[in-house]
């Protein structure tokens, strides 16, 4: 008897939901596509929306059996199952359960920080380590911030790791 792994598929570009929905009709295998939640602007308003947290990619429980190894690669919307020299390559399953601990319902993992557009900050690490400013936007999906710096009188906009600033006094 054949054993199933997860295995990463890579699709076409954003195509995972394409590729959840088809593969949900034609194979019988688990598939887990988490996602993160992520504020975008459009059309000059703030709105809320559920990205892949692997852009390109989601996961597929299966065994690399023929019939199954040929109905996931050639699902609409796949471009590939990941892996070396032709050969896919399992994921491991403690990387796909710590992924699926920090998952919410609907396999959403909540982003969260304690900075704030508008909170004072002071770059701890890296060439500008020691300046202060105004956190001026959180990018969520990088993890970067930007923050608006008083250079020589002028202001100036950095952006930078998220975890390379900590929250001063006013």
Same mark, same amino acid.
């Given at each position: 008897?054949?054993?199933?792994?997860?295995?990463?598929?890579?699709?076409?570009?954003?195509?995972?939901?394409?590729?959840?929905?088809?593969?949900?009709?034609?194979?019988?295998?688990?598939?887990?596509?988490?996602?993160?939640?992520?504020?975008?602007?459009?059309?000059?308003?703030?709105?809320?929306?559920?990205?892949?947290?692997?852009?390109?990619?989601?996961?597929?429980?299966?065994?690399?059996?023929?019939?199954?190894?040929?109905?996931?690669?050639?699902?609409?919307?796949?471009?590939?199952?990941?892996?070396?020299?032709?050969?896919?390559?399992?994921?491991?399953?403690?990387?796909?359960?710590?992924?699926?601990?920090?998952?919410?319902?609907?396999? +959403?993992?909540?982003?969260? !920080?304690? %900075?704030?557009?508008?909170?004072? =900050?002071? /770059?701890?690490?890296?060439? @500008?380590?020691?300046?202060?400013?105004?956190?001026?936007?959180?990018?969520?999906?990088?993890?970067? +911030?930007?923050?608006?710096? !008083?250079? %020589?009188?002028?202001?100036?906009? =950095?952006? /930078?790791?998220?975890?390379? @600033?900590?929250?001063?006094?006013?």
């Amino acid at each position: 008897m054949a054993v199933d792994h997860w295995f990463a598929i890579q699709t076409k570009p954003r195509c995972e939901e394409q590729v959840v929905y088809w593969l949900a009709r034609r194979a019988d295998v688990p598939i887990f596509l988490p996602k993160l939640e992520a504020l975008r602007r459009w059309r000059g308003r703030t709105i809320r929306r559920l990205e892949a947290l692997f852009p390109s990619y989601l996961f597929v429980r299966m065994t690399l059996e023929p019939e199954t190894w040929h109905t996931v690669n050639w699902t609409p919307g796949v471009k590939r199952i990941v892996g070396t020299d032709e050969v896919p390559v399992p994921v491991p399953d403690e990387a796909i359960d710590l992924i699926k601990a920090r998952c919410q319902a609907g396999d +959403v993992v909540p982003w969260a !920080s304690n %900075l704030r557009p508008g909170s004072h =900050v002071r /770059i701890k690490d890296g060439p @500008l380590a020691g300046l202060e400013g105004v956190l001026e936007r959180v990018a969520p999906r990088s993890e970067r +911030v930007r923050v608006l710096l !008083s250079l %020589l009188q002028t202001p100036a906009r =950095v952006e /930078i790791e998220i975890v390379d @600033l900590e929250e001063v006094s006013p």
